[in-house]
Structures are given as C-alpha cells and as structure tokens.
C-alpha cells in the first residue's frame, strides 16, 4: 500500500489520501488507521512524495492470539495496550462512559479506549450531582462492570483518591483490580468538613498544598509498583481556577517530577492558556478536556489540540447528554399517547446486537450439552434415565450448566422417528429444534424461543394457546422434510401472532 502526504480536515479527523496498486481510486483512510513508514519517500510524475507504508496494529490487537501448541493466550493487560496507544503518533479521543453500556458503544464505535467520569457515574447510578457522593467502593464496582464489558483499555476517574496518600495508595491498588488501564488523580481539597469535592469546571474548588499534591503522586506510584501493574497515571490539577495558571503549571511540572504519565490541567481559560501548558516537559503527554455545552476551556477540533501539543482528549458529557434528551424526548412521545418513531431509536435486533444476544447465542451452542448414545445413557418413552455405570462414568449426567429455557418435568417424549424405525432420542426428529416466535398485535416481539422437538409437553407449558393443537400430528408430516418448516401461523384470542418452525 502506498499513501501521499496527508490531508487535515476541519471537522477534526484527518484523512490520509492513499492510492490502491490494484484500481485507480483513491481511498481515504481516517487518523485511527495508522501508518508506519518503513522506507525512504520517493518521488512520483507529478512531484508529489509517495510514502511505501504498512498499517500499523490497532491499539487493542494482541500479536499472538495463539501459542504454538494451539493454547489461547491472555489478552495484552490494559495498562500495555493503553500505553501502546500514547506511543501512537497524533491524538486520540476517548469518550467518556458512564456503565457497561455506553462502554460497549464506545468501542463499537471504533475508539481506542475511553474514560469513565465522577460526574457521568454519579448521574447514572445515584441520580446524584458530582459532588463527593459517589464513594469508592461505588466507583470501582461500577469500574469492574465496564472494564469487563469491553477490550477496550479504560481510563478511570479516581477524584482525589477519596482522602490522603494513603487513601490513594488503596484506590490506585482497587482500580487496578476492577480492570482500568489508567486512573486520573486530581490535587481538590478532600477535606469534607471544609468544603466537600467539587466537580470540574464549577464553583467551590479547593486545592490541597504543594507538597500533598506531590506526594499523593508519589503514593499512586508506589501503589503501582507494589500491585506489580503498570497502570498509568494522569495527574491532574485544579489550581488554575483555584489558584492562578502560574500555580497550575508549577504543579505540572511537580507532579511529573513525581512520577505521573500524563499531566492534566483542568479549565484552562484559552488556547494561549493551553499551549503554555503543553510547553511543560514536551515529552511527557498532556490531556486535554472539551466540556461539551459550554465549560471554561475553548472548544478546540482534535486538529488544533495536537497542533497546540496534545495526546488525549476527553469529551465527558457527550453520551450522558445525548442520552438524557433522549430519554426525554421518549418520555414526551410515551406520555401523549405515541411511542418513539422507529428514527429516533435502534431496531430490537440492533438492540439485541449490540448486546451481545447473537454471540451469546453462538457460544451457547458450543456449551450446549448432547446426551450421547454410550454405556451410562439409557432412553425410555417418557424421559431420559442416567444409569449408573463404571467410577469413571458417574460424573457425567447430560445435563447443561445453564437452567433450560423451558423446565420440563415430566417431558411427553417424542421418540418414535428414526429413519430406520427405531425409537433412538437424536435419531430424525429429535435432532431438530422447534422455534416458537410470539409477537404481539402491537408489532413488539414478545418471545422467540427454541426447544428439542421432543419436548412437546414443555412448548404447551410456554404457550398455552397450543393446548389442544395436535403438535405431534404436525411432526409427522414433517419429519422427513429437509430444512426448516412452518408448522404454525395463526393469531391467539388476544390479537399476538404465534408462529412455530421446524428448524
């Protein structure tokens, strides 16, 4: 692949022109499609420089994703793979989350990692004001749950470390267990009785002293090296609006020289404010954080903050605010009497796709436990008995780790279709599946389940509307059939359309 000097865009992504050596078109790669050059430019016809280039791993790509004994190997730790993006050239954008959905969303969207905030947590667990509210102990649980749900590394938002230096040596040591890649430490008073935390970018901040600032810095680093991690950490100072931005950058400084990764100064007032900042120790990557709404610090696209000298930006209210004009919105259309318009929200199989429905189900089946025809194993007409057979055999009992979808407890096995006439379980029908698909007179998909076509008695006890109906006549017609079949279609005294396949 070859690629030409790249182009800047001022929406804030930056495309990289580059040409196919296969067809004359031109494809536009966005900046998180990084290239690594890997020999000397040459010139084309036209003069223009062309750049020999392959594209670099994304952040979260493991090398290996196998030994060579075929054994999976561990996801990279999240400090790595966070570390590997600030070693990425250009900036990068990390939405701030709030649960383990809008995790999901993040990700999905094609970020390389995301932030979570006091501000967005204290809202959607507490229905709470970002003011000291929110404990520890809630923050990280909340953590836990969106670090698992995505492979994406996560920056958490650790307040002021919920006390002194010893306080934030524990909550360094308790976020790197919930699974965050990173932990914003900030220098706000956390001296309740005083005054309690402020939320960025509002009234009432207080600063601790120089030498607590620092040394809190220094205590998340120890915490750090005693959990054997490499969480990193951002350290980010209050001071401008609490102090002066010459207090500001003094702490910047400090802080680094204390042992912090990345430096953040919140509420920079303007952009001559924020290059001051990133002038402080070049090397050493600095956030920036775009209050969307209106906060103190001037809206910059991701163009301009990396011209000014930045590696990280934050966008912290974006989903949360989104999400709450949603919801009203919803609410609005609910409370006169119409649902949401099908524009303004997802399809329910956009909905179950994003959560994972379809590859739940996928890896179900892989679990999905098969009651083989071997010593131990012996079918009856009515249910299926275990015998006992040798010591090696009696931890085996052909049932699944999971509860059934249908309890049955007393089955009406249907056993009688094996193309040879005999009654073997998972011989001909019993191979098959029944799907029962209800959907309500409303359009809403009410159920959509799938049962061994054996199991006639537990598909009566799920709908009772095919009580009566001869489902065992219907097996017959069609148990020599290859494929899927309808069996039933037909509306129930209610108005819901029910539907059964032979699958």
């Known amino acids: 692949m070859k690629a030409s000097v790249g182009t800047r865009d001022c929406s804030g992504i930056s495309f990289i022109p580059t040409s196919n050596s296969n067809k004359d078109s031109t494809l536009f790669l966005p900046r998180t499609s990084i290239l690594r050059l890997h020999q000397s430019p040459t010139r084309n016809s036209d003069k223009t420089l062309i750049f020999t280039a392959k594209r670099a791993l994304p952040p979260r790509t493991l090398v290996s994703a ?8 561990e996801r990279e730790p999240p400090a790595k793979q966070l570390r590997r993006v600030l070693d990425l050239p250009g900036i990068h954008q990390g939405p701030a989350c709030f649960d ?16 979570t905030t006091g501000f967005g947590i204290s809202a959607s667990r507490l229905g709470l004001p970002d003011t000291g509210l929110t404990s520890y102990g809630e923050m990280v649980d909340q953590g836990r749950h969106i670090t ?18 010893m306080n934030v040596k524990r909550t360094v040591k308790g976020y790197i267990s919930a699974g965050f890649a990173g932990i914003i430490l900030e220098d706000q008073n956390c001296h309740f009785k005083v005054s309690p935390k402020a939320c960025g970018h509002t009234q009432g901040r207080k600063v601790v002293s120089r030498d607590e600032a620092i040394m809190k810095v220094k205590a998340a680093v120890d915490a750090r090296k005693e959990s054997g991690s490499d969480i990193v950490i951002v350290a980010r100072t209050d001071s401008r609006q ?43 990557p600095k956030m920036a954080n775009m209050l969307e709404g209106g906060g103190k610090t001037p809206i910059l696209n991701p163009i301009e903050l990396e011209d000014l000298g930045y590696k990280l930006v934050a966008y912290p209210l974006s989903l949360m605010g989104v999400s709450i004009r949603a919801m009203q919105d919803a609410l609005t259309a609910i409370k006169g009497g119409r649902i949401p318009p099908p524009g303004s929200m997802p399809s329910f199989e956009e909905i179950k796709e994003i959560l994972g429905f379809n590859t739940y189900y996928e890896e179900e089946k892989r679990y999905a436990s098969r009651i083989p025809l071997q010593r131990g194993y012996l079918p009856t007409s009515s249910s299926f008995g275990i015998q ?18 249908v309890e049955v407890i007393t089955p009406d096995v249907y056993s009688s279709y094996g193309a040879d006439g005999s009654r073997v379980p998972f011989s001909g029908i019993w191979s098959r599946t029944l799907r029962v698909k209800i959907t309500g007179r409303d359009g809403f998909e009410r159920l959509d389940v799938r049962i061994p076509a054996g199991f006639l008695e537990g598909l009566t006890n799920i709908v009772p509307a095919l009580v009566g109906v001869n489902i065992k006549a219907l097996l017959d017609d069609a148990a020599l059939e290859v494929g899927g079949k309808q069996l039933l279609d037909f509306n129930d005294t209610g108005g819901d359309r029910i539907q059964v396949f032979l699958e």
């Open 66 to 73: 196998s030994s060579s004994d075929g054994t999976a190997v």
């Open 100 to 115: 383990a959905l809008s995790a999901k969303l993040v990700e999905s969207a094609g970020f390389d990692f995301c932030f």
């Open 148 to 165: 698992q749900a995505v492979s994406i590394p996560v920056i958490g938002d650790g307040d002021n470390g919920y006390g002194n230096a």
């Open 242 to 284: 609490a102090v002066s931005l010459e207090e500001s950058i003094w702490r910047s400084r400090a802080l680094a020289d204390a042992g912090a990764d990345v430096l953040f100064i919140d509420a920079l007032a303007s952009k001559e404010e924020m290059k001051a900042f990133c002038e402080v120790y070049p090397l050493i």
């Open 388 to 405: 006992q057979g040798d010591e090696e055999d009696t931890d085996q009992r052909g049932q699944s780790p999971q509860e059934p979808v």
